[in-house]
């Protein structure tokens, strides 16, 4: 029905007004103010918004209590009322005669959390009502050729909106760390060791026309018969289903059998383990697949792929962190209701990816990465049907990149690949990285001794002492350390001294012998003192 303005109104019985109980909102402002524990205010202030109280009266006194336990003042009839005066609200909210009734309305405040309830309850079933009123426009709103797909999709939000405020509903409460563990003594089952457990979300990126699409049906095949996954990674036999939004049926009828006979998988062993969902072609988004998830019985299915997810994101979505967290979050519950892994099959940026952080990898917000609980990358190799696995998980051992060789119809792992040559982008310093087999050696550095540096630097033919020096800071030697060694060695008889009389240049040799005549010089193991430099006197002054 339609009301005044032509807007249509959803039809509630005897026309009544929206859900509320005012009792129920009384008896929990009455538990607040006659309460002597702030156990009570806290609850509500967990539970309940602003805007969950129906009668704005109730939302001024509400907040006037808030107010007052983050002041950390006593709670009780006077004080309330004095912070109502102050605030110049007390006349508003019906003044001394309905704050009386408020207190007189309960007899303790043991049932504070009963009230809280009824009232969180009213409120959800009030964002119900509206959230109805607007689906029914939407329904009803005049398209002008726009696709029905279009309406559905809107549809669709507003239900994920109810959803959300459904899930507001449940109260939030902590737990102790020996709660939690005691709660939780293991990790969830493995599913691909190494990689995924059930419960969890994957994402699989590469390029386009990589072959991941071959890739995660060699997986569908590996892990409902218990197989090696690449040659790399076991898995635990269990069911599997693909939900496709992309390859014709009758294309993945083909691949199928021939990727399971590249693993040697009889038809057999697999045909009755593997369900899918073809999505091809049709209006279906992320959200939407509720209804499948619905269907599937906890437990039921071990492995979800969904391939790919571009297909399934709403629009605009794909670029923003705020859509694409939403996304995910749902990803998330479906896991977590199924009980299984799920595994999101994505495709990167344009361009070459090798100049990229692991994590930066894939189109779009980089949200995708950071909400996955396992982010795995198939980045080109600099070699032909060649490419790098790396990945970054949340409840395994980090992983080493791995490389891999495409060998028609699967994927296997290549321990003689070299890892670091990645295709790259020259444009962005794309020079590919050495391995450490293509590095020079780095030359061991030099322990140097008093007679390490003597047979180093130091010969039986007399050399200057600064010329010495030099050599050996071209060697890295520091300045310290180069007397040092040449005062141990002097000290050791290692090297000798010869110096000319009247001179302050010194020439060392590893042998004792007469550089200068014995008028001229002299050859001492310690160094004589310097003579005093001849300094030339100034001009007397002029008088």
């Known amino acids: 029905m339609a009301d005044s303005n032509g807007r249509f109104m959803a039809i509630a019985p005897d026309m009544a007004l929206p859900p509320h109980s005012i009792d129920a909102e ?3 402002l009455g538990s607040m103010i006659i309460a002597d524990d702030p156990a009570v ?4 202030r967990e539970l309940l918004s602003r805007d969950d109280w129906y009668q704005q009266d109730h939302q001024a006194i509400y907040d006037a209590l808030l107010r007052m336990a983050d002041q950390g003042q006593a709670i009780d009839a006077i004080t309330l009322r004095e912070e109502l005066i102050r605030t110049r609200v007390f006349e508003e909210v019906g003044g001394k005669e309905y704050l009386a009734t408020i207190i007189g309305s309960v007899p303790s405040a043991s049932h504070y959390a009963s009230y809280a309830g009824i009232v ?19 329904a009803y709103r005049p398209r002008n050729g726009e696709p029905v797909a279009g309406a559905a ?6 239900a994920e909106k109810m959803q959300r405020a459904a899930a507001a509903a449940a109260p939030i409460s902590s737990v102790s760390a020996r709660s939690l563990m005691k709660d939780n003594p293991d990790l969830q089952d493995p599913l691909i060791v190494g990689l995924l457990r059930r419960a969890e979300v994957m994402n699989i990126i590469s390029a386009p026309k990589m072959r991941k699409s071959w890739m995660v049906l060699q997986l569908a095949v590996c892990q409902c018969t218990g197989r090696m996954w690449l040659g790399m990674f076991h898995t635990m036999q269990c069911r599997v289903l693909i939900i496709d939004g992309e390859l014709e049926p009758a294309t993945i009828a083909y691949r199928l059998p021939r990727v399971a006979g590249g693993l040697g998988v009889t038809h057999d062993e697999y045909a009755d383990m593997v369900d899918l969902y073809s999505l ?20 039921y299915y071990g492995l979800i792929i969904i391939d790919p997810l571009y297909t399934l994101l709403p629009a605009d979505a794909e670029n923003s962190n705020t859509a694409m967290m939403a996304v995910y979050r749902r990803l998330i519950d479906y896991a977590r209701r199924s009980a299984a892994g799920i595994v999101v099959v994505h495709h990167t940026s344009k361009g070459v990816q090798g100049n990229k952080g692991i994590t930066d990898v894939g189109a779009g917000a980089g949200a995708q990465a950071r909400a996955a609980d396992g982010h795995l990358v198939l980045r080109e190799h ?7 696995l790396e990945a970054v998980v949340r409840s395994w051992a980090p992983l080493k990149p791995i490389g891999l060789r495409w060998t028609y119809p699967t994927w296997a792992a290549d321990p003689a690949l070299d890892v670091f040559r990645l295709k790259r982008d020259p444009s962005k310093g794309g020079r590919p990285k050495k391995s450490d087999a293509d590095k020079p050696a780095k030359a061991e550095p030099i322990e140097w001794t008093p007679e390490k540096f003597v047979a180093e630097f130091v010969t039986a033919t007399p050399t200057p002492k600064d010329a010495i020096v030099s050599r050996a800071r071209r060697s890295k030697i520091t300045h310290r350390d180069i007397q040092g060694f040449l005062a141990e060695a002097e000290a050791s008889e290692l090297l000798f001294v010869h110096q000319k009389k009247g001179s302050n240049v010194k020439f060392l040799a590893n042998k004792r012998q007469e550089l200068f005549d014995g008028a001229q010089g002299v050859c001492v193991s310690h160094t004589p003192p310097t003579p005093p430099s001849r300094r030339r006197k100034k001009p007397a002054a002029a008088e």
């Open 153 to 158: 999709r809107e549809l669709f939000a507003l």
């Open 280 to 299: 091809r072609g049709q209006e279906w988004d992320v959200f939407g697949l509720d209804t499948i998830i619905r269907r599937i019985e906890a437990g």
């Open 382 to 388: 600099e070699e032909p049907d060649c490419a790098v």
């Open 26 to 28: 009384i008896g929990l």
């Open 120 to 138: 969180r309850e009213k409120a959800l079933l009030r964002q119900t009502v509206s959230i109805c009123n607007e689906a029914l426009r939407e």
């Open 41 to 44: 205010v806290r609850h509500a």
